[in-house]
């Protein structure tokens, strides 16, 4: 059966579930992809009875508009407003990579039921991460839509399409968001984000890649102990959906037991 798919506002798309419910779960990609990353899970999650929204975050996927801010606030502010057109009282979140760090946020600030994070970052990388954020800054002032392009179109499964727009002013804001994300100031302040999230008792699932090269194993435990949850170790690396079920197998049972 074809599920037609709502957008009112660039960058988000809605399917309502044949059955009817007021929970919606709401899909993050992360850096560099689209909201066809999520493709594979739409028709499931339907199926199980919840309405589905999925975005192409602000400078990302076919979403062009630019945000005035370059910090996960400003994200998390453009999901609430999202969420706010389609008028959604309950919501899972599930964040994958730095959907993760937007999810996280979100969470902190807005009302939801549940949250999944899913390979995500959000745990300091390490000593990398220094000269990661070194070599980000100075190819974007190089070589930006190569750099924006690399994240794009290689690091991600090669079952799905990204269709991406890609230009330069586009590409040089959107490292500058990347290398502001990670700077020490807002993993501070991810950590007390995740305090929140604990203190209001958001039922909370992390998941990780046990091959994942992104986001390690142990970043994600760490994670899920910041939280006061369990870390579920599933096969695959950094984008397990489309390499096997267990993702679905996890996160469904998981979203019908906190509904």
């Keep these: 059966m074809t599920i037609p798919v709502e957008s009112r506002v660039l960058g988000a798309y809605f399917w309502r579930s044949p059955k009817e419910t007021d929970i919606t779960i709401i899909l993050i990609h992360g ?43 400003a994200y998390a502010d453009w999901v609430a407003e999202v969420v706010g057109i389609y008028d959604l009282k309950e919501a899972i979140v599930v964040g994958h990579s730095f959907g993760g760090r937007v999810s996280i946020k979100y969470a902190a600030k807005h009302p939801i039921r549940g949250l999944i994070l899913y390979n995500s970052s959000g745990i300091k990388g390490g000593l990398w991460s220094y000269p990661k954020a070194l070599i980000m800054s100075v190819l974007s002032s190089l070589a ?35 290398t502001n994300t990670h700077l020490d100031g ?74």
């Design 186 to 259: 807002e993993e501070i302040h991810l950590v007390q984000d995740m305090d929140v999230i604990v203190q209001k008792k958001i039922p909370t699932l992390v998941c990780c890649g046990d091959q994942d090269k992104i986001v390690s194993i142990h970043r994600c435990k760490a994670l899920s102990e910041a939280l006061h949850t369990t870390c579920v170790v599933l096969p695959g690396g950094h984008c397990c959906h489309w390499e096997n079920t267990r993702f679905l197998e996890v996160s469904i049972p998981w979203i019908n037991a906190i509904h």
């Design 31 to 73: 850096w560099g992809q689209s909201q066809s990353f999520w493709a594979n899970l739409i028709h499931p999650y339907l199926d199980q009875g919840y309405n589905v929204l999925t975005v192409d975050l602000p400078g990302f996927g076919q979403n062009s508009v630019l945000l005035d801010g370059f910090d996960l606030d």
């Design 144 to 178: 930006p839509n190569t750099l924006y392009w690399v994240w794009s179109h290689l690091f991600h499964p090669q079952e799905y399409q990204n269709i991406s727009i890609i230009k330069k002013a586009k590409s040089v804001h959107m490292v500058r968001v990347y």
